[in-house]
């Protein structure tokens, strides 16, 4: 009797197929990026883009001085040089000159100044600050927001200050005559250490009090009227740096409600920043 056959056994196929192995393929070369050497002139770029970048440009503050001149007879006039940007081009002018009932993005100059083309200056009312060293004309700069003073003629010229409604900063100028001005009026951030030091204690006595009661008597007269902050400085310093440790105007606001409250009720002195 023969045995049965045992059939072999039989590998089972799969009834999908394997995907196959992946082989990471590597360039012959490599690829070098391409540099520019071309690029599009800036009056052929598209209004929208050349106006986006006129408002990055960054306008510095600048101070803007009076000075005495002798043309035939006395008179006086502001100087500051014309900013670059109102030069640059056509386009830059429109941009960065002020318009009447057109709010812009950025910054914008003001032409300021007197009846004739010599007496004529441009300001950033936003950002500069406008020194008069004799007597002070408010005409054409009710918008200013940072002024200073000297301290000897600042009680004839603050009768001006309620024009000024947008007025943030009031900058006394101390010159302290015949005194070494850097070792007995140091100033820290920009604003004299102690304006009650021994070379100024009677002058800034009188002065404060005379803020005070200048202040609050404008008060009475305008109730809207903002108080502007007051900063002691000494002249060379102010010179060679006027606008260091400008407070944003945000602190300058919450400074200013304070301060506008204590000149009401007199219970201290004016403070300063």
Not at 28 to 51: G, N, S, W, Y
Request: aromatic share 12%; hydrophobic share 35%.
């Amino acid at each position: 009797m023969s045995q049965p056959q045992i059939p072999e056994p039989t590998t089972l196929q799969p009834s999908f197929k394997m995907a196959p192995k992946k082989t990471e393929l590597t360039p012959k070369t490599t690829q070098v990026p391409t540099i520019i050497a071309e690029f599009h002139l800036f009056p052929k770029l598209p209004t929208e883009m050349r106006l986006e970048i006129w408002h990055l440009v960054e306008q510095v503050p600048s101070l803007v001085t009076r000075r005495d001149i002798l043309k035939g007879k006395y008179s006086s006039e502001y100087s500051r040089p014309v900013p670059a940007v109102l030069h640059a081009c056509r386009e830059s002018r429109y941009e960065f000159l002020a318009r009447a009932g057109v709010n812009q993005r950025h910054t914008t100059y003001q032409l300021c100044g007197g009846l004739y083309e010599h007496q004529l200056f441009f300001v950033c009312m936003e950002t500069d600050t406008v020194f008069s060293g004799d007597v002070f004309d408010a005409m054409g700069i009710s918008n200013l927001r940072h002024l200073a003073l000297y301290w000897r003629t600042m009680y004839f010229e603050l009768d001006y200050l309620p024009d000024l409604k947008f007025l943030r900063t009031l900058t006394v100028v101390y010159d302290c005559p015949g005194h070494t001005i850097e070792t007995l009026a140091p100033e820290v951030e920009a604003e004299i250490v102690n304006p009650y030091s021994m070379i100024m204690y009677d002058e800034a006595g009188w002065m404060m009090e005379y803020l005070e009661t200048t202040f609050k008597s404008m008060l009475m007269e305008k109730p809207d009227w903002k108080v502007p902050l007051v900063r002691w400085r000494a002249e060379p310093h102010f010179f060679e740096n006027p606008h260091a440790s400008r407070v944003l105007y945000e602190e300058m606001e919450r400074k200013g409600e304070a301060t506008q409250s204590r000149i009401m009720s007199l219970n201290t002195r004016y403070p300063t920043i």
